[in-house]
C-alpha cells in the first residue's frame, strides 16, 4: 500500500457520527470522503466512488459491517478492498473476530476527531494496533 490514502468509503447509519467524521477527515485529514448510511448504499456507490479504504461501522440496520465488507469484496476488482471497523465493542475477542474477516484494524468509537485521520494512515501503512 505504497499509494497515498486518499478515497475513503464511509458507511455509518448515525447521521451525527457521520457529520463529524466526515468532516474530520476531510477538514483535518485532507481526503475525499463518500458517506454512506447502509450497506447497500455503499455497494451501491462502489464502483462510481472507487475508494482505497473502507472505514465501516459494525453495529447496522439491516446490513453490519462485516456483511457489508463481504458484499464490497464481491464486486469486481475490490477483493483485497482494505477495510477498518469502527465500534464500541472493543474487547479483545471481538476486536480478534473483525480482524480475523480481513480489517486492518479496529477504531473504538468514541473516538477523538483530531486523531482519526491520523488512526486511519497508521493502519493503513501496516502498522500495529
Not at 468532516?23 to 462502489?46: F, H, I
Request: charged residues 20%; negative net charge; contains cysteine.
Amino acid at each position: 500500500m505504497n499509494m497515498p490514502l486518499q478515497r475513503i468509503l464511509y458507511v455509518e447509519d448515525d447521521p451525527s457520527i457521520q457529520t463529524v467524521v466526515k468532516l474530520a477527515l476531510e477538514l483535518v485529514g485532507g481526503y475525499q470522503v463518500e458517506v454512506c448510511d447502509s450497506g447497500r448504499a455503499a455497494v451501491a456507490a462502489l464502483q462510481r466512488f472507487r475508494p482505497q479504504l473502507a472505514l465501516l461501522d459494525v453495529m447496522m440496520p439491516g446490513m453490519d459491517g462485516p456483511t457489508t465488507l463481504q458484499h464490497l469484496r464481491e464486486q469486481f476488482g475490490f477483493e483485497r478492498l482494505p477495510a477498518i471497523f469502527m465500534t464500541a465493542k472493543v474487547q479483545p475477542a471481538e476486536v480478534a473476530v473483525l480482524k480475523s474477516q480481513g480489517a486492518l484494524g479496529v477504531i473504538a468509537k468514541p473516538f477523538d476527531p483530531m486523531t482519526l485521520g491520523g488512526e486511519l494512515e497508521r493502519l493503513w501503512s501496516g502498522q500495529p494496533q
